[in-house]
């Protein structure tokens, strides 16, 4: 009698065990839920042209999310990352269309903010200021550079190249096996390809373990011998190459660059690792929550435009972002508190 009392606590214990140790599973969970809700009660949504738009809307912002997210388990916030994304689709862009062989352009767009990062690094390291602060005044800064290396003009490219199409254009092999209406891109490809790299780099590699560790309690961190500057020097480095790339996707995505692309999207970034289970404080998150994160604010954007409420207008719907993030925030912590 005493042993079959025992056996639902123990089944009880370990749900509540799988939901506390999985940062993306309740995000997850909401990301079923609303998708069932919204098929069920929203016209039009259940098909396959609202489907591949919700995760072409995702894609440049979700490789953007892991570096952030990479930075946020460490502790640390990127400001800059919308900056970088214009000076790395400027750089790409304004090659192309000099005549640069497009590896050249790839690789110039890629290495410039990856070195932009690397001095928000730097700065962070060599002057303990908060990194919030830091790159509040770096992305205002790259900005400016951004404006003086185009002179503020607009970049548009008439034609499409090969390259473009390789890095954001239709991804037809997909499309043409789907029922008709499906319009993914490759950018899909691009951020499948990201989104296991990091996994793996923060979950199976020692850097990846360090990067928790210096999240988590720096001081112990430094104690057991991690070298915490370098690794917060390489996760800004990471998050510029990052945006680096997002500024080839968009370029490749519209042909057009200004030096307001990217404006707003370290915000919404955030927002989308915050929302997937990363934890504000650090220490705590995954790169599969941070997908999460992005489909289902990309997925809430779609419904609130096919439901076309008078109240949450399309224009507003930075409303329901910020509830999200408010309420996801309120979720983490309880989450942790369980945790401890």
């Given at each position: 009698?005493?042993?079959?009392?025992?056996?639902?606590?123990?089944?009880?214990?370990?749900?509540?065990?799988?939901?506390?140790?999985?940062?993306?599973?309740?995000?997850?969970?909401?990301?079923?839920?609303?998708?069932?809700?919204?098929?069920?009660?929203?016209?039009?949504?259940l098909s396959w042209r609202s489907v591949s738009g919700i995760v072409n809307a995702a894609t440049?912002?979700?490789?953007?999310?892991?570096?952030?997210?990479?930075?946020?388990?460490?502790?640390?916030?990127?400001?800059?990352?919308?900056?970088?994304?214009?000076?790395?689709?400027?750089?790409?862009?304004?090659?192309?269309?000099?005549?640069?062989?497009?590896?050249?352009?790839?690789?110039?767009?890629?290495?410039?903010?990856?070195?932009?990062?690397?001095?928000?690094?730097?700065?962070?390291?060599?002057?303990?200021?908060?990194?919030?602060?830091?790159?509040?005044?770096?992305?205002?800064?790259?900005?400016?550079?951004?404006?003086?290396?185009?002179?503020?003009?607009?970049?548009?490219?008439?034609?499409?190249?090969?390259?473009?199409?390789?890095?954001?254009?239709?991804?037809?092999?997909?499309?043409?096996?789907?029922?008709?209406?499906?319009?993914?891109?490759?950018?899909?490809?691009?951020?499948?390809?990201?989104?296991?790299?990091?996994?793996?780099?923060?979950?199976?590699?020692?850097?990846?373990?360090?990067?928790?560790?210096?999240?988590?309690?720096?001081?112990?961190?430094?104690?057991?011998?991690?070298?915490?500057?370098?690794?917060?020097?390489?996760?800004?480095?990471?998050?510029?190459?990052?945006?680096?790339?997002?500024?080839?996707?968009?370029?490749?995505?519209?042909?057009?660059?200004?030096?307001?692309?990217?404006?707003?999207?370290?915000?919404?970034?955030?927002?989308?690792?915050?929302?997937?289970?990363?934890?504000?404080?650090?220490?705590?998150?995954?790169?599969?929550?941070?997908?999460?994160?992005?489909?289902?604010?990309?997925?809430?954007?779609?419904?609130v435009i096919l439901m076309d409420l008078p109240f949450i207008p399309a224009d507003n719907f930075?409303?329901?972002?910020?509830?999200?993030?408010?309420?996801?925030?309120?979720?983490?912590?309880?989450?942790?508190?369980?945790?401890?």
């Open positions: 009698m005493q042993s079959e009392a025992l056996v639902p606590k123990t089944k009880t214990w370990d749900y509540r065990r799988l939901l506390s140790d999985s940062a993306a599973l309740g995000p997850f969970l909401t990301l079923v839920v609303l998708f069932v809700l919204f098929s069920a009660f929203i016209p039009h949504f440049p912002i979700g490789i953007v999310t892991i570096g952030v997210t990479l930075l946020m388990i460490c502790g640390e916030f990127d400001l800059s990352v919308g900056s970088l994304v214009a000076l790395g689709g400027y750089a790409f862009a304004a090659l192309l269309m000099a005549g640069v062989p497009a590896p050249l352009a790839v690789l110039a767009a890629l290495v410039l903010p990856t070195l932009f990062g690397l001095v928000n690094g730097l700065l962070l390291v060599w002057t303990g200021i908060p990194s919030f602060i830091v790159t509040l005044g770096t992305r205002s800064v790259y900005r400016g550079i951004v404006w003086l290396l185009s002179g503020g003009t607009l970049i548009q490219m008439l034609e499409r190249p090969a390259v473009l199409t390789f890095f954001n254009g239709r991804f037809d092999l997909l499309n043409d096996l789907l029922p008709k209406g499906a319009n993914f891109r490759t950018s899909l490809i691009w951020l499948t390809l990201m989104v296991l790299l990091f996994q793996y780099l923060l979950t199976r590699t020692t850097f990846g373990n360090h990067i928790f560790a210096v999240g988590g309690n720096v001081q112990a961190a430094a104690s057991q011998g991690v070298n915490v500057r370098r690794v917060k020097v390489l996760s800004f480095c990471l998050s510029g190459l990052l945006a680096g790339l997002t500024g080839i996707l968009l370029f490749s995505q519209f042909r057009t660059v200004r030096v307001t692309t990217g404006a707003g999207m370290e915000l919404s970034a955030i927002a989308a690792a915050v929302v997937g289970g990363t934890a504000l404080s650090g220490g705590v998150g995954s790169i599969w929550g941070a997908l999460v994160g992005v489909l289902l604010i990309s997925m809430l954007r779609t419904g930075e409303a329901v972002v910020g509830a999200t993030i408010v309420g996801a925030a309120i979720l983490n912590n309880w989450i942790q508190r369980r945790r401890s």
